[in-house]
């Protein structure tokens, strides 16, 4: 039986935004725009509901006088993008 | 990434692993290449306070002239924090550049240490500055402990030019700080650090482009 794939994290964007802050100990938004090209709304509308899912923090604050939003991956964000990546390749050696 | 992640579309898993592998790839090489950037700031520092050191000291013969080297961090770590603060949404950091970072503060805190031993001491008994500089090995300390943090960096980054600099820096200035004896020549060890910290600087930044 397959495991189910994380609705969440499944979807390119998200996935996107999670990858980017599993490899970095922190990233601005403006870092997360310019690496998966997305609008500002929608990368905002993204990040929203990872920060829901308890999947990402998000700090906002300001950096001298320019307003600032930090996002950080959290331990249940880990866990369920390394339980993610273990399910995909479930899916892929099945696939052989 | 080069592509425009706008649909929030379904993937295939194939698509997924591959999305996954090359964000993490781009990204941990991104962060390693801008990295660099700060090898080539403290690399240009330290050839221009050596020569400058360098200079003073051999044409006006008198050691005071040394206590410029203090003017190096208090140059360099607000200028670096300056640097930082600028692109701080440039800098991201990932474990690697982490490590480095952290590698190179502790050789700078050690560095700074051994320098204000140096100080106190020579306070306390204000004999000959260089006298005493060469009782303690100043500057074999320094050059062991660059060529250590630098071998280091070499394995951080898994890079062979820069375990070999680090090595070549570390023992060969060793070889040159007893070999050149008590003129002010050895100094010129600190400028050869230098253009070895530049030359790192540049790997990353070729390695990882």
Known sequence: MFPKLDPLLHSELRLAIVSLLAGVEEADFNYLKEHTGATSGNLSVQIDKLAEAGYISVEKGFKGKMPRTTCKITLSGTEAFRNYVKALKKYLVAGK | ?209
């Open chain 2, 1 to 209: 990434m080069e592509n425009t992640i706008e649909q929030n579309s379904k993937m295939t898993a194939e698509e997924s692993l591959s999305l996954i592998t090359e964000t993490l790839n781009n990204s941990r090489k991104e962060i390693t290449r801008k990295s660099g950037r700060f090898f080539i700031f403290w690399g240009v520092l330290l050839t221009f306070f050596s020569l400058l050191i360098y200079a003073l000291c051999k044409f006006t013969d008198n050691e005071a002239w040394n206590w410029l080297w203090f003017a190096l961090p208090a140059i360099g770590i607000p200028s670096e924090r300056f640097l930082r603060d600028k692109n701080a949404s440039e800098n991201v950091r990932n474990d690697v550049s982490r490590f480095v970072s952290g590698i190179w503060s502790t050789f700078g805190f050690f560095a700074c240490a051994i320098g204000a031993f140096t100080l106190i001491i020579s306070l306390v008994y204000p004999d000959s500055i260089r006298l005493l500089a060469a009782v303690l090995g100043l500057i074999a300390e320094l050059v062991l402990l660059f060529g250590l943090a630098e071998c280091i960096t070499g394995v951080a980054l898994k890079n062979w030019a820069i375990k070999i600099a680090g090595f070549v820096t570390g023992v060969g200035g060793l070889a040159i700080y007893y070999i050149a004896g008590s003129g002010w020549e050895p100094m010129l060890i600190f400028t050869f650090a230098g253009l070895v910290l530049i030359a790192t600087g540049l790997i990353i930044r070729i390695q990882y482009k």
